[in-house]
């Protein structure tokens, strides 16, 4: 299977502003093709990866600073883009920023990467253009590489691989029929069906201060000077040393639940609602002003840093799961913190605080995010025909969709039908 293994480089100092330079180019043709792209879409005309690859090409001729950079990442740039824009159509693709977006590019061809051990703790990986890199090998590649991104996290440069192992997903579980509802939440940040929990405090009551007080530093600084460069690295530090904390804790967690259960279930994100601005509040004393709306509290750094990353819990789950079998499903979370995991029933009075839930029909008196784990185990053992142990395979139940949704779904691939034969001939996205 397809693995990662992330080292930090140890670039000579011309090696890393070349390298900078290069994620500078790669940046400005994901920023070039990406316009270019929208200007089609105004004029209703089409452009696509083979296009933009051959002009692209054309202009290394003209443009000196195009040619110096290896052609392959510039290149993987371009299809990185066209899997964007049909991913999420060309209006939702974003701009990269000098500012926000870190540097990246990635190396597509693993045969043209040769890797060498230089000694017990020292390895070298020869990259196109860039030359022999150093890098400090933490854990053993473990495969053949099959592509190299190269990346910046503040001052770091770093080299991810991806590997072919030769692991193969193992057909049945270690723990087979076994299974665990996971609960997301603020107090606790996974909460399992058995009763136990995952937390970990990402970011202390003192640095979410100390944050607040690094960007009042900034607020005060002038743009494009040298106290406001320094400033806003000392935010991105910290912000930095919280991720990795969240990195660690949805890593290790992971592991936990896929080397433990056969099914894990959690609840799908709406993350959609989840990450709905605040409305404007108009001042009723004074027109076309606003009385403050708390949106300031909603900011990206705020988020950054008071976020449980349950999202990337999820993700992390899905991963350790190819190695050991485990089956992740997600479930509709509606009414789980509402229901008995006892007796069924809906009553939204039987949640009596954060924590303590108290079933007003039959009296169960349980941990509120245990019992609503409890539901979402219910709720995905109902959809996931989990095999008895000792039988191979298992087998997902047709889903019935309904509500909006399935509507919605239905008209449009009724309004498809019917639209294809005229859309004959024109290219499609
Ligand atoms: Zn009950």
């Given at each position: 299977m397809l693995t990662g293994r992330k080292y930090r480089l140890d670039l000579a100092p011309g090696q890393a502003e070349f390298a900078e330079r290069i994620g500078g180019v790669c940046r400005s043709v994901w920023n070039t093709a990406l316009e270019q792209r929208r200007t089609y879409r105004r004029r209703e005309a089409w452009i696509g990866y083979h296009e933009q690859a051959r002009q692209l090409a054309e202009a290394k001729g003209e443009f000196a600073w195009l040619a110096e950079v290896p052609g392959h990442c510039l290149q993987q740039t371009l299809i990185d883009l066209d899997q964007a824009c049909s991913r999420h159509g060309t209006w939702k693709v974003r701009w990269k920023s000098k500012a926000r977006t870190r540097p990246s590019f990635r190396f597509?061809?693993?045969?043209k990467i040769a890797i060498e051990r230089l000694n017990r703790r020292w390895a070298r990986a020869k990259l196109p253009k860039l030359g022999w890199v150093r890098f400090r090998i933490t854990r053993p590649l473990g495969g053949t590489v099959k592509n190299a991104t190269v990346s910046r996290d503040g001052p770091h440069w770093y080299a991810s691989f991806l590997v072919e192992d030769g692991v193969v997903t193992p057909e049945r579980h270690d723990n087979p029929g076994s299974a665990v509802g996971i609960d997301r939440g603020v107090a606790k940040v996974v909460t399992r069906s058995d009763g136990r929990f995952h937390h970990q405090?990402?970011?202390r009551d003192r640095e979410v201060e100390h944050a607040k007080k690094l960007q009042r530093d900034v607020a005060r600084t002038t743009k494009g000077s040298v106290r406001r460069k320094k400033a806003v690295a000392r935010v991105a530090h910290l912000a930095r040393k919280i991720r990795r904390r969240r990195e660690d804790f949805a890593a290790k967690t992971a592991h936990a639940l896929a080397t433990g259960f056969e099914l894990i279930v959690f609840e799908a994100l709406a993350t959609k609602n989840m990450t709905v601005g605040v409305a404007p509040k108009p001042d009723p004393g004074q027109q076309g002003a606003f009385l403050p709306n708390g949106a300031a509290s909603k900011s990206s750094l705020n988020r950054s840093i008071l976020d449980k990353g349950w999202y990337r819990i999820e993700l992390a789950t899905r991963s350790k799961a190819r190695s050991t079998g485990a089956c992740v499903i997600t479930v509709n979370p509606a009414y789980t913190s509402q229901t008995c995991n006892v007796c069924t029933v809906v009553d939204r009075?039987?949640?009596?605080?954060?924590a303590v839930f108290r079933c007003t029909s039959c009296g169960h008196t349980e941990h509120a995010d245990v019992n609503a784990a409890k539901n979402i185990l219910t709720a995905g053992r109902a959809e996931f025909v989990q095999p008895s142990p000792g039988v191979r395979a298992g087998a997902r139940k047709p889903r019935r969709r309904v509500g909006r949704k399935a509507n919605r779904q239905a008209t449009a691939a009724q309004a498809t039908a019917q639209t294809e034969p005229e859309l004959a001939g024109i290219p499609r996205l």
């Open positions: 597509p061809e693993g045969a405090v990402f970011a009075r039987s949640r009596e605080s954060q």
